[in-house]
């Protein structure tokens, strides 16, 4: 096989071009492949189309197989295409949307839905995944908070760096794994109002301890790409940002990872205002680094120029394009264009029943039982049970960025309920629809009779799956259409009603969660999401997650999250809204949220009965063990994630109210107490100061256990 250096030499300024270059599949295959964003202006010759180096939007092996084929036919130098794909949380069998994966705080549990994804993706021709994106956000209005893990830092980087290791495995020659493209670089989950795309304002100190460290935490763990974000970052396009782009991913982080466009990302520079033209556009990215550019012709129309006029030299053009053949080598694409795939093998990789009860088992492990005064667990000898609402029957379970998975493949609710309760009468009635232009409530009477009859009511609502995702922000958080009076109307039958959620994002439920006793969100569970609700509604599973991002009491205390820094007239801790004045409160409601990060109840009754620190003073070259007492004081074994949260009681600038330090997952039989001992170190205490620099400062830490609004346990620590 020849060497890179050798092709490098051969290559032609157009040919180099090429691979700088990433276009959708149709325009390969003239198939009916889905088009998104603005194709129109690419304007792009059928030369300068053969030299193109990578490929994304295809639909499986066959396409794969047809591209690459094609392609090497033609090209000179027999250089493989790329082929990249979002998958996001499952390729064909579908896992839980990433904002419940991160409520499951089980990384193990994320890295094995990982590498059934990557097993599934490969056998289908996928080499390079956009994933993890790891944006942090605290605005519930931004569709796409349901592709990240949430408001905090440390559980974004945990599940990101776990997604990374388990795409990529040990070595990128084995043909069932995949390079991995973090994204997107930076802060785009912090878009003004939650509007998509909007621009982001925001401090270096909130950049530097909040919204970047997730995407460094990918990078350290090894992943090959990185992606710049649509949005403007304090005024400038990521993908043209030198403070982004140079200061901080090259120059402080050391990093120099290929990077890719998001879809026409560069051609919107000129929407941005900050490009006159297409030139200009491909000027501004290339200069700043990006390497690939999707979707948009600025690179292969104007770079040859460029490079004639001395803006760039060809040793440039020469960089980028050794990077992208240098991820062609790792995956071995110059060994096997393929990597294995085939349309029998792809067939023989979907929807295994092992992948199958892995998506089910994540399913029931991310759900996160918000409330539950008696109703749950069924004791499954229920003979009547009323299936009702909008969420009952559908299979559209699935999420929007579910990639090759089909609703048809989806389990409903009534179907998971059936499958487990085969003997059982069991009644279906939707009752109304669940978008918001759904205002009929004829279908009422239907389900308070169903409800009246019944001897438990499942009363499943939620939002339609592509009211999350990728520009679908919301103005409202409420449920939508009338879901929330046809519960009014159940539960006023039946009050033994157990409410089940579907949505890709924190809602307000504040109206419903006075009048329902029980309440499970499922988020988006996937591919099994009516068998793990059947499985947790008859407590064969014991619900265990936790929020990983706070659910607001209205729409307008957004954006609203637990680490939220001190102020002079701190919020007072009244649940009843009353009106405080002079203090940071809303007249209509208080400014608690409805539910906080780190809410999750279980079936089990777990104590938490002290906290001790080994010491009560230390210094930066020491440690300090915390150990937690926990109690299960039930007879039904339960999963429970046990958090350590710190707040830094003086320092040179206002730090949060409290951040959580640590957490680990533990599981206790029933009656078990268990020891959960944590490691505090001096570099967990560090923040980004003034002086421009993560540093921790001596004085006093107060140490807690439970949850965000639920603290316990405090004891005092001092740096000294
Ligand atoms: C989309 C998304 C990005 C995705 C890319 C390719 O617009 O912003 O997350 O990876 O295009 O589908």
Redesign the pocket.
């Known amino acids: 096989m020849r060497n890179i250096e050798d092709i490098l030499k051969d290559m032609t300024m157009e040919e180099k071009l090429g691979q700088l270059a990433q276009y959708n599949a149709n325009l390969f295959l003239n198939s009916d492949a889905d088009i998104?964003?603005p194709l129109t202006e690419l304007g792009l010759t059928t030369e300068e189309l053969k030299n193109v180096g990578s490929v994304?939007?295809f639909r499986n092996a066959r396409e794969v197989c047809t591209i690459q084929k094609q392609h090497l036919e033609a090209d000179r130098h027999k250089i493989p295409m790329l082929f990249?794909?979002?998958v996001?949380h499952g390729y064909r069998t579908i896992y839980p949307i990433p904002l419940g994966l991160g409520c499951s705080f089980d990384t193990e549990l994320v890295e094995a839905c990982t590498r059934m994804a990557s097993r599934e993706a490969t056998a289908a021709g996928v080499q390079v995944t956009?994933?993890p994106?790891v944006d942090y956000v605290r605005d519930a209005r931004w569709g796409?908070v349901m592709?990240t893990c949430g408001e905090d830092t440390l559980v974004n980087s945990r599940m990101g760096a776990a997604q990374v290791r388990a795409f990529q495995g040990e070595s990128l020659k084995d043909k069932s794994t995949m390079a991995t493209?973090v994204?997107?670089y930076a802060a785009?989950g912090g878009a003004e109002a939650g509007r998509d795309y909007n621009q982001v304002e925001l401090s270096e100190h909130s950049l530097r301890e909040f919204y970047l460290p997730a995407y460094k935490a990918c990078l350290d763990a090894g992943a090959e790409m990185l992606?710049p974000?649509?949005n403007t970052l304090n005024g400038v396009p990521c993908v043209a940002n030198p403070w982004l782009m140079q200061t901080v991913l090259r120059e402080d982080w050391g990093h120099d990872p290929l990077v890719i466009s998001?879809?026409?990302?560069i051609g919107e520079l000129r929407k941005h205002g900050v490009a006159e033209n297409m030139k200009q556009a491909a000027k501004l990215a290339f200069e700043n680094g990006c390497h690939i550019e999707?979707?948009s012709s600025g690179y292969i129309k104007y770079l040859k120029e460029l490079v004639q006029e001395g803006v760039f030299t060809e040793e440039q053009v020469d960089d980028a394009c050794r990077k992208v053949l240098q991820l062609k080598e790792k995956l071995g694409l110059f060994e096997d264009p393929y990597r294995g795939c085939s349309p029998e093998g792809e067939a023989k990789a979907m929807l295994t029943p092992e992948n199958r009860a892995l998506a089910r088992k994540a399913a029931r492990e991310c759900a996160v039982l918000l409330k539950n005064e008696g109703v749950l667990p069924l004791s499954g000898q229920e003979k009547k049970i009323a299936l009702i609402g909008p969420m009952a029957s559908t299979n559209a379970l699935k999420g929007f960025?579910a990639c090759q998975g089909r609703d048809e493949e989806t389990v409903s609710v009534e179907e998971g309920m059936r499958n487990a309760l085969p003997e059982a009468r069991i009644v279906a009635v939707r009752g109304c629809g669940n978008t918001c232009q759904d205002l009929d409530m004829s279908g009422f009477a239907e389900a308070v009779e169903a409800a009246k009859e019944a001897d438990v009511v499942i009363l499943c609502l939620g939002e339609p799956q592509d009211y999350s995702g990728?520009g679908n922000s919301r103005a409202e958080l409420e449920l939508p259409g009338v879901q929330t009076e046809l519960a009014e109307a159940v539960i006023g039958a039946n009050p033994n009603t157990a409410v089940v959620l579907f949505s890709g994002r924190p809602l307000v439920l504040t109206r419903l969660e006075k009048m329902a006793k029980a309440m499970l969100t499922m988020w988006f569970p996937g591919t099994e999401a009516g068998n793990a609700v059947a499985d947790l509604l008859l407590g064969k599973a014991n619900p265990c997650g936790k929020l990983t991002m706070t659910f607001p009491a209205a729409v307008g205390q957004c954006p609203i999250y637990y680490n939220h820094p001190r102020t002079g007239r701190p919020k007072p801790a009244n649940k009843d809204g009353v009106h405080m004045p002079y203090t940071s409160n809303y007249i209509e409601c208080g400014n608690l949220p409805l539910y906080s990060f780190g809410h999750g109840l279980s079936y089990s009754k777990f104590v938490y009965e002290g906290l001790t620190l080994s010491a009560d003073s230390f210094t930066a070259g020491e440690k300090v063990t915390a150990t937690v007492t926990l109690r299960n004081e039930s007879d039904r074994s339960g999963k429970e994630t046990v958090m350590l949260y710190m707040q830094d009681v003086v320092a040179s600038n206002t730090r949060p109210v409290q951040q959580l330090l640590d957490y680990v997952k533990v599981e206790l039989a029933p009656r078990e107490c268990r020891e959960v001992t944590f490691t505090i170190t001096e570099e967990q205490l560090r923040f980004w100061n003034n002086a421009h620099r993560f540093v921790s400062e001596p004085g006093l830490f107060r140490i807690s256990t439970g949850y965000a609004d639920h603290l316990l346990h405090t004891k005092e620590l001092t740096l000294k």
């Open positions: 998104t964003g994304l939007n990249m794909m979002d996001i956009f994933t994106m796409r592709e493209c994204k997107h785009y992606m974000a649509f998001d879809y026409n990302a999707m979707c960025w990728e």
